[in-house]
Every structure is written in structure tokens, then in C-alpha cells.
């Protein structure tokens, strides 16, 4: 990359931090900044400020990535990332998600389906997936369970050894729900539902147990970062990817939930309104998560 390229890119990348989100969020987004300002150089177009970035370059970016044959469903994420940097720089008339030339309509790239390309991890696939992970990282392992059996993403699996004994006394003390606090999306904490008691309490002992010998880390790295990025990296490397990638354990975890709740005198969109907040996407979401998690399910 040229000077010009590196100097562009650090400004990004420095503008994408600032934008709020989650740790994987402004992760992304710092990811998307930098690939841009490569993918500007690689077009031969030579800035070094954001204040020059021009509706011209921002085209020929996305239609650079359309020729890599990504799906709108992406292309929608880049763009929202590269909005939230020129807002966070001030270029606010570029940033409108309506502008004539770069709305996402007018890129080209609207109307992308949200229904879910995951599919529920089955019960054989994780018990052959935590048995080949507890051999490479018995941490990650126990992670893999909790992710399952509380719905948890990514971060928030990783920072729960913050939680693991306060989950454990409210499950003794008789709560159906337990509050999850740290890694949260927007850092809202949320209540979860436990609808498997004896196994959910069996995993928070060998979490505990583990964390104690392991500097009170489910995940012993030295930083958050680096934490987050072995236990996405052993977990590929168990195979959770494509449709088994980690948010199948959040699928499964809905479609108990679900049950659970149902079983439990609940009407079936009341159901689906509760679970989309134990996910933390709001109660206002059930059909979000009717469309995304239950896709082709027969009701």
C-alpha cells in the first residue's frame, strides 16, 4: 500500500473505533475501513483524507466487491460500516442512507433476505464437536456448552467466567433466568432462560473449577482480543463453520427456548417475543426471530 494509502487507512480505522456497537461490531467495522482504503489504492485512487473521499470512490468500492460475487446481505453490512466512519468524520451528506447515488437501492445491493443460513447444531454434531474440543482446549469446550445451553454470542461466552458462580446460586435458588452482564450487544445487560437445569448447573461446575485453575479465565489469554480469536479459531477447527458455525449453538438454544416456554402454558408468539430476549434482540423481535431461527420450520 502506498503512503497515501496507509495514511487514509489509519484515519479509518481510527474513525471506525469511535462508532458504537459491540466488540465484534467496531471490530468489523475497523476490519471494512481497512480493506477499503486498500481497495481504494488498488483502484488507483490516490487520498490520504477522508475529507476527499468522494461518491465515486465509494461506487467503485462496492462494485469491486459485487465482482467478488458477495451476497447483498454483506455488501449491506459494508456499507452500513462505511457510513458509520464517514459519520464519525462529519462527511454527514455522504453517510445518509438514502443518498440518490449510495443508498443501498441505488448501489444495487437492497433487498437481501434475513432469514437464517444456519441451521440448529443437533445434539450428536455437539457432543462429537465438544468431545474433539475438550482434547485441544478444554476452556473453548466448556464455552461450546454454555453458548448452547444459555444462547450466549461469541463475547459474552468468553467474558462469562466474570458470571459463572452468580449464574450457579440464582439456578440454585430457584430462577428460571439467569443475567448476563458482560460482552452484552450495546453492553445491555440481559435475563436468559435455563430450560435444562441439572445440565446448565453441570457445566457451571466445570467452568468454575476450570477458571480456578486457570487464572480465572475460561479463555487464558492475556487480553479480550486475543481470547475471543482461539476460541473462534479452535472452533473452526472442530468444524463449526458454513452451517455449523457458532451461531448455530444460539439457533438451538432458541428453538428449546421456545419449547420450553410453550411447554410451559406459553402461546406460541409469546414464545418467540421471550426468546428474542433472552437472545437480547428486544421483545419487540418475535418475528424477526420466527424468520431468522425457525426458517422452514412447520408450525
Request: charged share 30%.
Amino acid at each position: 500500500m502506498s503512503r497515501f494509502g496507509k495514511q487514509l487507512s489509519k484515519q479509518l480505522v481510527t474513525l471506525a473505533r469511535q462508532g458504537r456497537g459491540s466488540f465484534k461490531t467496531v471490530a468489523d467495522r475497523s476490519k471494512i475501513a481497512d480493506r477499503f482504503s486498500e481497495r481504494l489504492a488498488t483502484l488507483n485512487i490516490q487520498i490520504r483524507d477522508v475529507k476527499h473521499i468522494k461518491t465515486t470512490h465509494i461506487e467503485k468500492y462496492i462494485d469491486s466487491r459485487k465482482a467478488e460475487n458477495l451476497s447483498h446481505r454483506t455488501l449491506q453490512n459494508e456499507m452500513a460500516a462505511v457510513r458509520s466512519i464517514l459519520s464519525a468524520a462529519g462527511r454527514n451528506k455522504l453517510a445518509d442512507p438514502n443518498h440518490e447515488k449510495l443508498s443501498n437501492q441505488a448501489l444495487g445491493i437492497s433487498g437481501a433476505s434475513r432469514d437464517g443460513t444456519k441451521t440448529a447444531i443437533t445434539d450428536e454434531k455437539l457432543t462429537a464437536i465438544v468431545s474433539h474440543t475438550f482434547k485441544k482446549d478444554a476452556g473453548v469446550a466448556l464455552g461450546i456448552q454454555l453458548s448452547r445451553y444459555l444462547g450466549l454470542r461469541t463475547e459474552e461466552t468468553v467474558q462469562s467466567a466474570k458470571s459463572l458462580r452468580t449464574w450457579k446460586q440464582s439456578l440454585i435458588n430457584g430462577h428460571e433466568r439467569v443475567r448476563v452482564v458482560f460482552g452484552t450487544k450495546g453492553g445491555r445487560p440481559r435475563d436468559t432462560t435455563i430450560f435444562n437445569r441439572e445440565k446448565v448447573l453441570s457445566v457451571l461446575d466445570a467452568a468454575i473449577k476450570y477458571c480456578d485453575e486457570h487464572n480465572g479465565k475460561l479463555i487464558d489469554k492475556p487480553s479480550l482480543h486475543a481470547a475471543i480469536d482461539r476460541y473462534r479459531n479452535v472452533l473452526r477447527e472442530a468444524g463449526m463453520i458454513g452451517k455449523y458455525a457458532p451461531h448455530s449453538l444460539r439457533y438451538a438454544y432458541s428453538r428449546d427456548a421456545v419449547n420450553h416456554h410453550v411447554e410451559n402454558g406459553m402461546s406460541r408468539d409469546e414464545a418467540e417475543a421471550l426468546v428474542s430476549m433472552d437472545l437480547g434482540h428486544g421483545d419487540g423481535r418475535g418475528r424477526y426471530i420466527k424468520q431468522v431461527y425457525f426458517k422452514g420450520d412447520v408450525e
